[in-house]
């Protein structure tokens, strides 16, 4: 079992920069793929960014390409994403996710596919 505790989230205007955090427990996190999925209303949820365990494997979604960063601290069991050039629609619930690998690998896109989820922090970007 992973338990997964996001923070950082906020109000910001168009242009600014939010950083989130994610704080893992439980189980060791060494081999845990960690995605960033949103969520806005009436609609439904998203991928946005993943890491592999390594940190050496990441993905992004075309809408977040260039403006947002996902980084990983295995030491201390956490994963951030830096959000820059934010925009209206980047408004969301802001999830984070964990999803177990035997080994090193591009880390998944897909909802379905993760194990462990965050309660979820909120993102309202004014224009």
């Known amino acids: 079992q992973v338990q997964l505790v996001e923070s950082g989230g906020g109000s910001v205007q168009a242009g600014g920069s939010l950083a989130l955090s994610c704080a893992a427990s439980?189980?060791?996190?060494?081999?845990?793929?960690m995605g960033w999925f949103r969520q806005a209303p009436g609609k439904e949820r998203e991928f946005v960014a993943a890491?592999?365990?390594?940190?050496?494997?990441?993905s992004y979604a075309d809408s977040v390409k260039g403006r947002f960063t996902i980084s990983r601290d295995n030491a201390k069991n956490m994963v951030y994403l830096q959000m820059n050039s934010l925009k209206p629609e980047d408004t969301a619930v802001y999830y984070c996710?964990?999803?177990?690998?035997?080994?090193?690998?591009?880390?998944?896109?897909?909802?379905?596919?993760?194990?462990?989820w965050g309660q979820g922090t909120q993102v309202t970007v004014s224009s």
């Open positions: 890491m592999s365990w390594s940190g050496g494997k990441t």
């Open positions: 996710a964990a999803k177990w690998y035997i080994w090193e690998t591009m880390p998944s896109t897909r909802v379905y596919e993760y194990d462990y």
């Open positions: 439980g189980r060791t996190f060494s081999g845990y793929a």
